[in-house]
């Protein structure tokens, strides 16, 4: 392996690594933001939806993206890490345009900025993060196959 792909190597294990615990993260927002005085008020299983779900999917992703970049998941790094890396960015997509309503909710003055802000401010690196990883393995994955 060249210097340069073992540069990017490592890149790529990081960003894995950070989306995953920001996927994590994210599933706690909702049980945290009352103890830090944040709190949005909208029912337990908007919470689960919004938050609970897709950062399990980010989570996931990222695990597996980290296994197939460290080479322990025993199959093809192409395909099965830019599944992987997909589904990060469709959780974390899933995460910032669920906020989105929040957010314009804040601006009028009909929720608290703290919470709004507290509740959207993970799925955006998520997003950028899990593109940046999907941008690096496609050249990859098409001179693997």
């Known amino acids: ?47 689960v939806a919004d938050h609970v779900i897709p950062g399990l999917v ?38 910032t345009s669920t906020h989105v309503p929040l957010l314009v909710e804040a601006g009028e003055g009909i929720a608290p900025w703290g919470g709004a802000i507290l509740h959207s401010v993970l799925g955006p690196p998520i997003v950028v993060m899990s593109f940046w990883l999907f941008a690096l393995e496609l050249p990859a994955a098409q001179t693997r196959e």
């Not at 210097?3 to 599933?27: E, N, Q, V, W, Y």
Request: glycine content about 10%; hydrophobic content about 60%; proline content about 5%.
């Open 1 to 47: 392996m060249k210097p340069d792909d073992t540069r990017l190597a490592a890149r790529a294990l990081l960003l894995a690594a950070l989306t995953g615990l920001l996927g994590a993260a994210s599933i706690f927002v909702p049980y945290v933001d009352a103890l830090l005085g944040l709190e949005v008020r909208v029912a337990m299983r908007v919470e």
């Open 58 to 95: 980010v989570a996931a992703g990222a695990l597996a993206s980290v296994l197939l970049l460290r080479g322990r998941a025993g199959i093809p790094r192409s395909v099965p890490l830019l599944v992987a890396t997909a589904a990060c960015f469709l959780g974390g997509l899933w995460m």
